[in-house]
């Protein structure tokens, strides 16, 4: 599904480049799903950007199913981000004036849908809701969630429009570990139903959920 070869990531700082990503290769096909190990630091969560097209990267190339995306101009990368990927962040990121189904249905509106009552759109953002779980809990406020609860609903809203790879940043980071081993078996459920995931974290219990593991060090893969 997606390759990376020879992908670099620099940044410039007070007039010093620093290199946080250098000379990686990646193969991940479809199906898979892929466990990044690491230390803060050691430049996950600017691969999982690259690979989403939040960020370009410095050098190398990125294909996605065939398709070089550093070659893609901002509207092609938007409408990439828009249907093609899902991202689960540690920090949830819903909004907190908008109920668990209004944030579910945020990348629909982004693209200038507009979700009424009974309409196709609603339908699809109530199954992402049951699929997580949260079906009676869909008119509540992210401030009446549990930590476990809201990090549900950004899964919800991450794979709503039914994306092809989801890129998940440590999404067990701020939860227990039994409400963290939820939210994995429900990523899990995910996968084989057919979803390409590619998860990051720096926790080895976590990592072993996946099918393949990676160890990234200072901006590279360990041999």
């Known amino acids: ?49 690259v690979l989403g097209c939040l960020d370009r990267p410095s050098a190398g190339e990125y294909r996605f199913a065939g398709r ?28 907190p004036e908008l109920t668990a189904r209004e944030n579910v249905a945020l ?8 979700v009424k009552a009974g309409s196709d759109v609603d339908r699809v ?26 990090q549900r609903v950004a899964l919800a809203r991450a794979v709503v429009k039914r994306p092809r790879l989801l890129l998940a940043d440590e999404p067990t980071g701020n939860l227990d570990s039994a409400t963290g081993g939820e939210i994995l078996d429900l990523l899990e459920s995910l996968n084989r139903g057919g979803m390409t995931l590619i998860m990051v974290t720096h926790d ?6 996946a099918g393949r593991q990676l160890q990234l060090r200072d901006g590279r893969f360990d041999d």
Do not use: W
């Open 125 to 150: 953002v109530g199954e992402a809701l049951a699929q997580v779980g949260l079906a009676e809990r869909a008119e509540h406020l992210p401030a009446q969630l549990s930590g476990g609860e809201m």
């Open 1 to 49: 599904m997606l390759e990376v070869i020879g992908l670099c990531k620099h940044y410039v700082l007070a007039g010093r480049e620093v290199s946080v990503l250098e000379s990686l290769d990646l193969r991940v096909e479809a199906g898979e799903f892929v466990a990044i190990r690491g230390a803060s630091g050691s430049g996950k969560s600017t691969l999982l950007h």
């Open 68 to 95: 070089p995306m550093q070659m893609l101009d901002d509207d092609a990368l938007s409408a990439f981000r828009a249907n093609d990927v899902g991202f689960v962040f540690q920090n949830f990121h819903l909004l």
């Open 107 to 114: 990348p629909f509106l982004y693209q200038g849908g507009v």
């Open 204 to 209: 080895e219990s976590v990592a072993r959920r």
